[in-house]
């Protein structure tokens, strides 16, 4: 039988000063991660040992000072990139920093185009702070927005919310809440719908389940609290089923992840950010993922933050970055053809 | 020991094409109800022997035709006022009809001016089909309105969101999400921060701890998306703190809930209905509670609806009408000083 290669995951380090670097060391320390992938990390061999002295584990990887350094055989399955680019007397616990920001930069951008470059499957980072971010690199607004710059192409991306098997997209995401409802528009919708469709479809959905949320209180109760569910969202549902997603909608938002949780769809998309956010953090806040769909290759993250309040004190759970990293890892092996068996990699 | 008396309560039978007339048959059959307090419900002996007999349970009630009928001694402490307002062929399951809606209007007003009059201490309800209620009562906006109506004065109530001995209040309710932002005013958060203090203190809160939402997604983010936390919903929480409310805030939506599930809040202020109604049915859609506050009494009803999906089945979960119900008698019970020992009733 012949041996199936592991898939290959560019890890970028993010934010020095909470508590992303300990979370690294943990992970990069679990049998599980370092039997199922080949891992190349980008960032700073001194900020990941201290992360690893924070979270009380050994670090046992091979450092290298350039991924081609690391193409040499019998270097093993986890890759340190040395980028020499953050000392830690730099550091300024639980703050965001300029140079933190540029750390974190630094390491994305190098783990997106090794992954473009065709050297890895798939990208995870570590958390980032997005106030650093922004000072290292003022154009910053969100990762999507970050990613299409550093590969040179819009992509149609979405960003997705993952707990165990259920998704979640959303119509709209960082915008003020005044402005949502003039946004949810049939061909936003629309857009979404099959961004949805398709990228659980390449995540190894046969036909993902989607449910759509109301906008309003009780999906608007017939139109007495606001008619854009009757006007605009039950029209871009039908439209969607016509085009053989399988959907059904629009349902109150205060039930539809009760029946979600339930098994019965694989997926809520939901017409603003804090509809969705409420509902996955309160599920498994513990396990949560990011996703960047739709882009040539998954990227992944935790769906929780830097956790400026207990940065270096070693308490930080690292079950949501764990659930990322196997998220990442079991899209790449799909995509790669080395996981056959899996029905969804959700 | 001189005997406490025990609170009473006024039981108004909803809509009958649902759930609630087993519901109202199975908590009759409570021990742990029929020894906490004396009810005397209004509806019809019909339609609560229909719902004891889909429910499976005995109906011991002594049937009387007006409340003054029940003020005779020795007839126990659990009385129906068989108002003979509805006959059960005119019941349409599962259907919202003018005649259901008919019925528990006049269910709801009777126990309110029942209650209004001294003779019960608070009100519960089975739960309402508004579309019903607006085929009876064509001004029938909410229950707020509606006992206002009753009352005949414009009792400045407020609806909250119970949920074991967390409480959930909101500046917006049934409003489209299009207008949402325009009502987020200082006026209406101070206000509301003083109705939900005031509020809890009364059903034995002694300083509840509040915490409010922010109205943008990350609670504004700093500004980047939306403005309203810094200049208004900041501003009042501070005005309130300065009146001696205990309140913090605003803080993202998306986590307030599992630090109130922590234990820091006695209540979530939310600027909205879903914000706090997605949480609230996230942890418990079988517990959840219904009370009309800030009244002369307090109204309480499970915060579910009719579940047309399950009527007549016999499948209907109690859970969240016991809690109602329990909540009533022990704001009841608090308010006539005949359960000294809570320092909550939440």
Redesign the interface.
């Known amino acids: 039988m012949p041996q199936l290669a592991l898939p290959t995951i560019a890890f970028a380090m993010g934010d020095p000063a909470g508590i992303s670097p300990e979370l690294a060391a943990k992970l990069l320390n679990m049998d599980e991660i370092r039997l199922a992938a080949r891992l190349v990390v980008f960032g700073d061999e001194r900020i990941l040992r201290e992360g690893a002295k924070v979270a009380g584990v050994p670090l046992d990887v091979t450092v290298v000072r350039s991924p081609e350094e690391g193409e040499g055989a019998g270097l093993g399955n986890l890759l340190l990139v040395d980028l020499n680019n953050l000392h830690p007397d730099e550091v300024v616990p639980a703050t965001a920093t300029h140079a933190g920001g540029r750390f974190a930069v630094e390491n994305f951008r190098r783990a997106l185009l090794f992954t473009k470059a065709g050297q890895a499957d798939a990208v995870f980072f570590t958390p980032f702070n ?2 650093a971010m922004r000072m290292a690199y003022p154009s910053y607004d969100d990762e999507i927005r970050f990613v299409n710059d550093v590969l040179g192409q819009a992509f149609p991306a979405s960003e997705f919310n993952v707990l165990d098997r259920l998704w979640n997209a959303r119509v709209t ?6 402005d ?3 946004r949810i528009t049939r061909e936003a919708i629309l857009r979404a719908l099959r961004l949805t469709d398709s990228c659980m479809r390449a995540a190894g959905f046969e036909r993902p389940r989607i449910a759509v949320a109301g ?4 999906a ?3 139109g ?5 569910e009757i006007d605009v969202i039950g029209p871009a549902v039908q439209a969607a089923a016509h085009d053989d997603v399988s959907v059904e909608g629009p349902f109150p ?3 539809v ?2 029946r979600a ?1 339930a098994g019965q769809f694989d997926a809520v998309l939901t ?5 969705g ?7 498994g ?1 513990d396990r949560g993922v990011t996703l960047l769909g739709c882009y040539p290759f998954p990227i992944c993250t935790p769906a929780h933050g830097t956790a400026y309040d207990i940065a270096g004190r070693g308490v930080a759970h690292v079950g949501a970055s764990r659930e990322a990293l196997r998220l990442a890892i079991r899209m790449a092996a799909r995509a790669g053809g080395s996981e056959p068996d899996a029905r969804a990699a959700g």
């Open positions: 997005k106030a995401s960082h915008v003020p809440l005044a949502v409802a003039a906008l309003n209180p009780h608007g109760d017939g007495n609290f606001g008619r854009e938002s205060d039930t992840f009760l949780k017409m603003y950010h804090d509809q956010q409420i509902a996955m953090k309160l599920m806040f």
